[in-house]
């Protein structure tokens, strides 16, 4: 059995990349909790998750571009022989720098005011502040996008196309991104799947029952 140092760094990449999506498929699960929760008690739980995960997706980003360096270098002396200027790989760091620069510019601090709302709300029915800024338009197209980009990057990393289709990839994963955000927050606003408004006032009649 023969294992190279390439092997070895590719199969370090794969494996941040399988980390990276299991850590966005725990953010995307959050926010359809949180946009359904009856009760602030609800929220609590799923903001404290995605309080923790947060901070670790620019460190995701820094080591895929830092193995992914790694891998162009080594791979200049295999059978593929792709470069840095090879088409495929300028766009998966551009783009890979866009999805990082989007979470920071505008997932990050809606995050962070969302979980001091919960943080500091009472328990009881979640408030109409706390209910918009779970289904915050913004942070669900950015957290879609973003998700479903890199997953067009994880195509070219496979297929490696050529220069004048490369771009097409992750555009099209935005492109779902963008469809998938509005039929979900569509959802939302006619209650499906939970019924939000149903839920508040079952609980307010509940608090209510119980004084």
């Known amino acids: 059995m023969r294992i190279d140092l390439f092997g070895v760094v590719l199969f370090l990449h794969i494996t941040v990349v399988i ?5 966005a498929g725990v953010m995307h699960t959050a926010l359809q909790a949180m946009a359904r ?3 602030v008690q609800e929220l609590r739980s799923w903001s404290k998750a995605m309080h923790r995960i947060e901070p670790l ?3 995701m980003a820094l080591l895929l571009l830092g ?11 295999t059978d593929d ?3 840095f200027s090879d088409g495929w790989i300028i766009v998966s760091i551009v783009t890979l720098v866009a999805v990082e620069a989007a979470g920071g510019a505008v997932l990050a601090p809606r995050g962070k005011k969302l979980t001091g709302l919960i943080e500091h709300a009472p328990d009881g029915p979640v408030s109409d502040e706390i209910r918009a800024a779970t289904t915050d338009p913004a942070v669900w197209y950015a957290a879609h996008i973003t998700t479903f980009a890199f997953l067009g990057v994880v195509f070219l990393m496979t297929a490696k196309p050529t220069g004048e289709w490369a771009w097409l990839f992750p555009t ?9 955000s509005k039929l979900q927050l569509d959802g ?10 149903a839920q508040r006032a079952a609980v307010e009649s509940a608090q209510k029952s119980r004084a």
């Open 19 to 23: 980390i990276a999506f299991a850590m």
């Open 37 to 39: 929760a009856g009760t």
């Open 57 to 59: 997706f620019p460190i």
């Open 67 to 77: 193995l992914g360096s790694w891998l162009v270098h080594l791979g200049a002396h």
């Open 81 to 83: 022989g792709f470069r």
């Open 172 to 180: 099209i994963g935005a492109v779902v991104g963008v469809v998938l």
């Open 188 to 197: 939302l606003g006619r209650g499906d799947a939970g019924d939000v408004p």
